[in-house]
T-cell receptor
Framework: GENVEQHPSTLSVQEGDSAVIKCTYS??????FPWYKQELGKRPQLIID?????GEKKDQRIAVTLNKTAKHFSLHITETQPEDSAVYFC?????????????FGKGTLLTVNP | DTGVSQDPRHKITKRGQNVTFRCDPI?????LYWYRQTLGQGPEFLTY????????KSRLLSDRFSAERPKGSFSTLEIQRTEQGDSAMYLC??????????????????????FGQGTRLTVV
């Protein structure tokens, strides 16, 4: 089955700096890679996703890059703000195939210091 | 709130008791997932339904766990004879599996899954 590794487990940055979180996956059939943000005690919320037919996607301060050959994808947050502080999870899935479930990484606790 | 809703939000139970959780997905969504999340970990897949059919169960789901989605709408997850190791956040998610228009091969497309707020179970 799919295995997703996520690094780092914790990340502390100063407000205004950039943050990068990296994930690797094992199943070459995976073609959908979402990123979820989870604040303490709240539900995971999708912040951005990317499908394997593109290499990069950007939404304001958030971007995700995908390298299918190396089987890794990364989340980039620019101009970080204190409200970006949360746990971020990457996940992988074969959307439309028989591998219907999301496999998550273990999460990255991002702390943005004012 | 038209999102995924779960009930109860919190449950404290004594070891050995049975508990049941409910999930109401987004109304038109045909796929419903249950995940379990323990402290410091990402959500782990438990089981999923397409409409009323339960199509897969994780090895994490022991015989004490059972899930139903009787009419293809809401779902319940029951844990019998709870153990302390069952303490976790139980998350429900839903999504809509769609057939790609114009796809000659019957291609399917599933956009993102939306999560509920979860039921936090504490077994004492």
């Amino acid at each position: 089955g799919e295995n997703v590794e996520q690094h780092p487990s914790t990340l502390s940055v100063q407000e205004g700096d950039s943050a990068v979180i990296k994930c690797t996956y094992s199943d070459s059939a995976s073609n959908y890679f979402p990123w979820y943000k989870q604040e303490l005690g709240k539900r995971p919320q999708l912040i951005i996703d990317i499908r394997s037919n593109v290499g990069e996607k950007k939404d304001q301060r958030i971007a995700v890059t995908l390298n299918k050959t190396a089987k890794h994808f990364s989340l980039h947050i620019t101009e970080t703000q204190p409200e970006d502080s949360a746990v971020y999870f990457c996940a992988a899935k074969n959307s439309g195939g028989s591998n219907y479930k999301l496999t998550f990484g273990k999460g990255t606790l991002l702390t943005v210091n004012p | 709130d038209t999102g995924v809703s779960q009930d109860p939000r919190h449950k404290i139970t004594k070891r050995g008791q049975n508990v049941t959780f409910r999930c109401d997905p987004i109304s038109e969504h045909n796929r419903l997932y249950w995940y379990r999340q323990t402290l410091g970990q990402g959500p782990e897949f438990l089981t999923y339904f397409q409409n009323e059919a339960q199509l897969e169960k994780s090895r994490l789901l022991s015989d004490r766990f059972s899930a139903e989605r009787p009419k293809g709408s809401f779902s319940t997850l029951e844990i019998q004879r709870t153990e302390q190791g069952d303490s976790a956040m139980y998350l429900c998610a839903s999504s809509l599996l769609q057939t790609l228009i114009g796809s000659v091969s019957g291609g399917l497309f599933e956009p993102e899954a939306f999560f509920g707020q979860g039921t936090r179970l504490t077994v004492v």
